[in-house]
């Protein structure tokens, strides 16, 4: 049974900086794209950032140069370290492997970026 779980998820200030994590069971990732997605209230869910290999990785215009994605394939791990959060970050955040026709969710873990 293939199981994701994110955590690191809270509350912050604007300006702060938060890093979530994904916890992957049941497969070996390393040989899956790894991403990051993102669901605010009202609004579709929207990809944050992929990972595919150690280096290769893309983001979205919102979150450039402010959030970095990376993974340890030895631990099974991926995380979103994600620095200058605006209340706009504001969001379920869910992570999400993929490999041709299979593809796999976490639960997700809420951030939320206010005063």
């Known amino acids: 049974q293939v199981q994701l779980v994110e955590s690191g998820g809270g509350l912050v200030q604007p300006g702060g900086s938060l890093r979530l994590s994904c916890v992957v069971s049941?497969?070996?990732?390393?040989?899956?794209?790894a991403g990051w997605y993102r669901q605010a209230p009202g609004k579709q869910r929207e990809l944050v950032a992929t990972?595919?290999?150690?280096?290769?990785?893309t983001y979205s215009d919102p979150v450039k140069g402010r959030f970095t994605i990376s993974r340890d394939n030895a631990a099974n791990t991926m995380y979103l370290q994600m620095d200058s959060l605006k209340p706009e970050d504001t969001a379920v955040y869910y992570c999400n492997v993929r490999r041709l026709w299979s593809i796999y969710w976490g639960q997700g873990t809420q951030v939320t970026v206010s005063l």
């Open positions: 049941g497969i070996s990732i390393s040989i899956y794209t």
């Open positions: 990972i595919v290999s150690g280096t290769t990785t």
